[in-house]
């Protein structure tokens, strides 16, 4: 009997929580949201994969891409901590449900090595000269 009366209760209230796609609410302050990166001021020095607690992190300097698996990411800001550059940074929005897992894959300049610029500025001279 006890057990009806709160079943009843429950039905003729509103509801105890947000219906979530439709209803939303505000993020806290200081939430720290989801994880972005300029890739354009990136210099692909693998900090942010070596700092990473939990290794979703993954740059290639030599092809200069950035991979980060944000269903690994347990958004520490650690890899925004230790950054070099600043550009990357935590954004206070919450990330929208997905259907299937998805890894967020950046491409940008790759870093030349010295070795390269060191060949290069003497052949750029010769040209620059002619």
């Known amino acids: 009997m006890y057990m009806l009366s709160n079943v009843l209760k429950n039905l003729s209230r509103k509801y105890a929580t947000r219906l979530y796609p439709f209803q939303t609410r505000p993020a806290f302050e200081g939430f720290r949201g989801r994880l972005v990166n300029k890739i354009e001021d990136c210099i692909f020095c693998k900090s942010c994969q070596i700092k990473c607690p939990s290794q979703c992190i993954t740059v290639d300097p030599k092809a200069g891409t950035w991979d980060c698996d944000p269903f690994a990411c347990v958004y520490c800001s650690v890899c925004v901590d230790a950054c070099p550059t600043q550009c990357l940074s935590m954004v206070n929005v919450h990330r929208a449900p997905a259907p299937e897992k998805f890894v967020v894959q950046?491409?940008?300049?790759?870093?030349?090595?010295?070795?390269?610029?060191?060949?290069?500025?003497?052949?750029?001279?010769?040209?620059?000269s002619e």
């Open 106 to 128: 950046l491409q940008g300049t790759p870093r030349r090595s010295k070795k390269a610029e060191k060949a290069e500025a003497p052949a750029a001279a010769e040209t620059a």
